[in-house]
């Protein structure tokens, strides 16, 4: 209950039928949007992949995945995904995608070891995307290219999202600002890496943060990454290190920052076998995912997540992502938040 953020001012601006509609207009926009900007066409996703191919995306390292045994594989374990960072990889492998199109999907998740609060649940969903690019696209410029067309999306759905509930008043910037996590740390050194995510974004009111997932400057890294979906290693133009990143955007209904989208241009053979080593997983180059791509047998590409819950909350100016998604919430917090005046589903 310490990490919930209370608005002793807030006040719903919907209710829970018009929150269930504004939900699929959101949804329905926005994802049309999204597969128009980067050239997607819509692909089935699984909720759970076999153990030990080193599909599933390990996050951080420490989140332990939902485990369960097939009967019919001799009880063989299967793992509910984290997200399909890189089985979207593979999957465009098989479809043969070419250059300069991919695919996105709805990503449902369960991540049992998420510390609930305001943003998080249990239930994680999220819009999965994956394009094709070339070796050529393997820039910082192109990153923020990709980064400006996702944030377009986002300010129209904004637009139609006011149209429709005139009480519903637009809050984000036209512009989305760009800066290196390692610039963060120059700017503010003596905040944690999320207080210097609340000040950055409290100034340009929509960022993205470039460079996560490898040890910065003062030897910690600004947040966690695993080491072979994103490349947070290979130095672009600006002579910093990383071709990833976070959209992040200040959010006045909780006075905070707000994570949209985590994303990056994926890792090549080098820098897959560099991350490796780096983070000690080397022995990871046995597994499946990871001889695929060794092999030359995966393309190069960019990709992410963006939640669907996170944007319908914030579209909606909800405090509580219980709001938007249903899932399961300590007794305590829910009788506070019904007392605050956001009712949990």
Known sequence: MSKLIINKGYKRLLDRQQTEQGIKLIKDFFQQN???????????????????????????????????????????????????????????AEYEVAPGYGVYTDMNAIRSDEELDNLHSLYVDQWDWEAVITREDRTLAFLKDVVRRIYAAILRTEYLTCETYPQIKPFLPRDIHFIHSEELLAMYPDMSPKEREDAICKKWGAVFVIGIGGKLANGEKHDGRAPDYDDWS?????????????????????????????????????????????????????????????SGKLPLSIGGGIGQSRLCMIMLHKAHIGEIQASIWPEDMRRQCEECGMPLI
Do not use: C
């Open 34 to 92: 999204l597969s128009t900007e980067l050239r997607l066409r819509r692909v089935t996703a699984p909720l759970f992949v076999l153990k030990g191919l080193g599909i599933n995306d390990d996050l951080n390292g420490v989140e332990r995945p939902v485990t369960f045994p097939i009967k019919d594989l001799g009880d063989a374990k299967a793992e509910v995904v984290h997200s399909l960072a890189k089985w979207k990889r593979l999957t465009l």
């Open 234 to 294: 290979t130095v672009a133009e600006n002579g910093l290190a990383g071709l990833n990143g976070d959209i992040l955007i200040w959010y006045p209904v909780l006075e905070r920052s707000f994570e949209l989208s985590s994303m990056g241009i994926r890792v090549d053979e080098e820098s897959l076998l560099r991350q490796l080593a780096l983070e000690d997983k080397e022995d990871r180059k046995k597994l499946y995912f990871h001889r695929q791509l060794l």
